[in-house]
């Protein structure tokens, strides 16, 4: 049994306008050492399917199942998700500034995270295992820095030590949600060997939502593209790159910048509303290649060339994948 296994997971939120479907029956698993990329425009739901397997969804109506180690996590309690937060699934969100206190140090904050979990710690033990964490994650000088606020460090640095309150307590699984979005292309390469060290180092999982093709490219075992709430197409990275089957995968990957200096391609028009999805295919009003039964029919997710690690939600010939490079 894998470390994570989510099967036909459904999330929809009621709002005056109507229920928001925004999770449509989304199947993954990810193992020890692994790292899965979740990716897709924004509004696919991304964020939401993970936020919701750690109890952070309020309000929403959710069915489906998310094993972890055992404990589902869909029907736990809020002790349960309380105790494996933190402890045994961590988190690293897209904007660290807004994640952490402004009014508290930062070492302070991971101590505060430490003891909440593990009660047996004393504060100084804590506060010497936060230093060696912020030197870990490449925090400069940590054991003065680690008793300054949050706005005094760049935005790569609080990502870091984001990173490092993420991993204080070792825990199995690591969903990081866009955690490279806002940094310069240097401070996103820094902060991403972070991550591979510390996974190599402790064997974590990760579970990392991105929009950056790139970052996929570099980081990833396998690949989940969403679109409108549920998955489109699954697979090794590799194939996603090289193998790939589902039209929407290859308008992200034509929408990249060419070396060769070549126009970007566009994928033309706008995600459906969540609210009022079309019958049929979600990406058909925008394929390249529908045909009628597009339009009518919502084509089920079916392994590509018999493999089951490949799957596509497509009515093209699944025998048959297209080459996006050589």
């Not at 047996?120 to 680690?146: H, Q, W, Y």
Request: hydrophobic share 40%.
């Amino acid at each position: 049994m894998a470390l994570l296994e989510v099967q036909d997971l459904r999330v929809s939120f009621d709002t005056p306008d109507g229920t928001v479907r925004a999770v449509r029956g989304l199947s993954f698993s990810v193992d020890r050492g692994q790292t899965l990329a979740v990716v897709g425009e924004s509004g696919s739901g991304k964020s939401v399917a993970t936020q919701t397997i750690t109890g952070l969804t309020r309000g929403a109506q959710i069915s489906g199942t998310a094993y972890f180690e055992g404990t589902d996590l869909i029907s736990a309690d809020a002790a349960t998700l309380r105790r494996l937060r933190g402890a045994e699934i961590g988190m690293i969100f897209q904007d660290p500034l807004s994640s952490l206190h402004p009014h508290y140090r930062i070492g302070w904050q991971i101590v505060e995270m430490i003891q909440a979990h593990d009660h047996e710690i004393s504060k100084r033990a804590a506060r010497r295992r936060a230093a060696d964490l912020l030197t870990l994650v490449g925090i400069p000088r940590a054991a003065e820095r680690i008793d300054d606020y949050p706005h005094q460090f760049s935005g790569g640095m609080r990502q870091r030590v984001m990173i490092a309150m993420a991993m204080a307590l070792d825990p199995a699984l690591l969903i990081a949600d866009e955690p490279t979005t806002a940094l310069d292309v240097t401070v996103q390469a820094q902060v991403l060997n972070v991550m591979r060290r510390l996974q190599e180092e402790f064997g974590t999982a990760i579970i990392l939502i991105t929009h950056d093709l790139g970052v996929v490219a570099e980081m990833s075992d396998e690949v989940i593209v969403m679109y409108a709430g549920a998955m489109m197409e699954r697979a090794p990275r590799r194939d996603i790159f090289y193998r790939n089957h589902h039209p929407y995968t290859q308008g992200l990957l034509a929408s990249l910048p060419a070396q060769s200096g070549k126009r970007l391609t566009p994928i033309a028009g706008s995600p459906p509303s969540l609210i009022n999805l079309p019958k049929g295919c979600p990406f058909a009003a925008r394929c390249p290649h529908v045909f009628d039964r597009c339009r009518v029919e919502t084509p089920p997710a079916t392994d590509v060339q018999g493999d089951p690690r490949h799957q596509s939600a497509c009515w093209l010939d699944h025998n048959v994948t297209e080459a996006v490079a050589s």
